[in-house]
Every structure is written in structure tokens, then in C-alpha cells.
């Protein structure tokens, strides 16, 4: 019989022991993506249908390396197995949305909370509350149950919520970063947080000249 109970990724490694647990959770993570990027479509397309607009230019997803997966155990003090990754990396399943708008961003954000399978785990709002380099985002670690054979298992997502202005600054940074092993000069530092501040000011006066715009079409 299917058990109607949510099971934990911890407890469901542990049934899976003979079968090839890396594998197991790997179609866990990549179902998870599926399932929140189904539900991303959904909202846009209502929204399409309803508003006659599109909240989402477009979605990204990945599973993270193995290699990536193995350094942040590393950095944060832990062993490289299997439970510890389940455990402690948040990102293993990552999904970037890409909105026109800041106000697109809370928009999806709330949407996708108030769902009644998705369980909101925590919120980092970079967006109020700026990285000291300046990045912004909107970061969501959420769970949602994937249904197997034998029941369901709680499976975690990160979700990475942007406007196409501060995900374009993010890339670059993050190729500045790789090509100086982190250690940027600090005037490159400088003009990336003078950067930073020309993307907030202009997604707000994008805003404020859709806000003016849809005034005078509505
Ligand atoms: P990669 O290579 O992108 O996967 P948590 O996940 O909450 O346990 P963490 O990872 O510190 O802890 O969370 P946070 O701050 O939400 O960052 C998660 C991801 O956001 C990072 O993943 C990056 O993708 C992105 N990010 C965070 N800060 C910055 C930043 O200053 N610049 C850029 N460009 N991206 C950032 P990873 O694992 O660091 O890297």
C-alpha cells in the first residue's frame, strides 16, 4: 500500500540502502525542479491570461556539481557524505527566475508560498537587505513533496528570484570572482558597487514608467 505519509530525504537514503543512494537522491533533486518549474509556468501563464502580461521572462535551473556540492561541506566543516549533503546544502536543486520587475519578484514569491504543498523553510531578501558588494536577489529555500512508488519525500529547492538588471550584474560579478580567485582588486570592487547602485536605480525607474504606462492603457 502507498503511504500517505511525507517522508524526509534522511529517512528515505536510509530505505534506499543496497540501491545506489546518489542516484536515488539525484531524481529526487531533478523532480523538484520539474515540479517548481511547472508550477512557475502555471502562475505565468494565468497571469498571461488574465492580465495580459508576463510576470517571468524567463527560468533557469541546475543541480549543483559534485565538486560544488563537496566545497561548500568543506568550507562549512562537514564530511563529504551523502546525509551531510542532504542536510546541509540548501542548493543542491537551484531554480533562477528572472522577472521584469521588483514588484514581479514578491509577486511570484508569494504566490509560490501560499501553495498548499510548499513548505517555505527560510527567506533571504537581498533585495532590502543588499549584499556589502551590492548584489540583490530574492532567495527562497522551499520543500515539496515528490511522489515515489512508496509515498512521498520532502524534497528541498532553492529558489533565486531577480530582475533581468540585477541578474546580468550578478553574472559579471561572479566571473570577476572566479577569474581572481576571490580576491578582486578593490577598485574593481568599487565600480562593481557603484554598478550595483545605477541597476537599483534603474529597475526603479522601469517601475515607475510601467506603473505610469499601465495607468494610462488600464
Ligand atoms: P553557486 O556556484 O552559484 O552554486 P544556504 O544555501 O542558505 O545554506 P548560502 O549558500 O550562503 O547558504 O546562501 P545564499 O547567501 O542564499 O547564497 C546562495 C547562492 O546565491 C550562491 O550559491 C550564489 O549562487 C548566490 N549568491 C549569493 N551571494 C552572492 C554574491 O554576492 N554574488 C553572486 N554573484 N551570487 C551570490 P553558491 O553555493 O555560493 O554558488
Redesign the pocket.
Known amino acids: 500500500m502507498i503511504s500517505s505519509h511525507i517522508n524526509t530525504m534522511e529517512s528515505t537514503i536510509k530505505n534506499y540502502e543496497g540501491v545506489d543512494s546518489w542516484k536515488t537522491i539525484i531524481l529526487l533533486y531533478n523532480a523538484a525542479l520539474k515540479e517548481i518549474g511547472t508550477k512557475l509556468e502555471i502562475l505565468n501563464d494565468e497571469f498571461q491570461h488574465v492580465h495580459r502580461y508576463n510576470p517571468i521572462e524567463h527560468i533557469k535551473s ?1 543541480i ?1 556539481t559534485p565538486e ?1 556540492i563537496v566545497r ?1 561541506l568543506k568550507r562549512r566543516g562537514y564530511d563529504s557524505t551523502i546525509e551531510n549533503m542532504v542536510k ?4 543542491i536543486a ?1 531554480i533562477r527566475v528572472i522577472c521584469s520587475f521588483t514588484s514581479d519578484i514578491y509577486r511570484i514569491a508569494d504566490m509560490l508560498a501560499s501553495q498548499s504543498d510548499i513548505r517555505v523553510l ?1 527567506i ?1 531578501d ?1 533585495i532590502k537587505n543588499p ?1 556589502e ?3 540583490k ?1 530574492y ?1 527562497m ?1 522551499i520543500s515539496v513533496p515528490i511522489f515515489l512508488s512508496d509515498g512521498a519525500v520532502d524534497t528541498k529547492v ?1 529558489i ?1 528570484i531577480r530582475t533581468v538588471a540585477m541578474d546580468f ?3 559579471l ?2 566571473k570577476i ?1 572566479y577569474k581572481f580567485s576571490d580576491n578582486v582588486p578593490e577598485h574593481i570592487k568599487r565600480d562593481l558597487r557603484s554598478c550595483a547602485e545605477m541597476v537599483s536605480d534603474l529597475d526603479a525607474k522601469m517601475m515607475d514608467l510601467n506603473d505610469q504606462v499601465s495607468t494610462i492603457i488600464d
Open positions: 541546475r549543483k560544488s561548500k546541509y546544502v540548501n542548493d537551484g527560510s533571504k537581498y549584499k558588494s551590492g548584489y536577489s532567495h529555500i532553492e533565486q550584474w550578478a553574472s560579478e561572479h570572482n
